[in-house]
């Protein structure tokens, strides 16, 4: 009889140990999904406050050019070429420039391991 008890904790034990691994596992998922949707959010806010710079002191260069030129519309239109070039040399590479690191970012983010977060 007193086998019979030692096995019942034995199983209580196990399904003791069992829940905690899973409850550990849904806490790991958890945290790590949580650190990639933050990075997210701070990239595109930070991407959203860039842009509107990027806009305004665009629209200045492009005014500038176009009153030093005599014609606004041709400062306008210089602005408008340089990004069409950037735009091509950044279509060109996304590759290299922005698929792989992101791709790499978010698989570190999800994968890192307990000594790469004290570093």
């Not at 806490?27 to 990027?54: D, H, M, Q, Y």
């Not at 070039?85 to 996304?94: D, N």
């Amino acid at each position: 009889m007193e086998e019979f008890v030692k096995f019942e904790n034995l199983i209580d034990h196990t399904r003791d140990y069992l829940n905690t691994r899973v409850d550990e596992a849904k806490l790991t998922v958890a945290e790590r999904s949580s650190a990639v949707i933050a990075r997210i959010i701070a990239a595109s806010v930070v991407s959203l406050v860039f842009g509107l710079s990027l806009g305004f002191a665009s629209t200045a260069v492009a005014w500038w050019l176009g009153n030093s030129w005599g014609r606004v519309w041709l400062g306008f239109l210089a602005v408008a070429g340089f990004y069409f070039v950037a735009g091509l040399i950044i279509w060109s590479a996304r590759e290299r420039l922005i698929r792989i690191p992101i791709m790499n970012s978010i698989i570190h983010q999800l994968f890192k391991t307990e000594e790469d977060e004290e570093d």
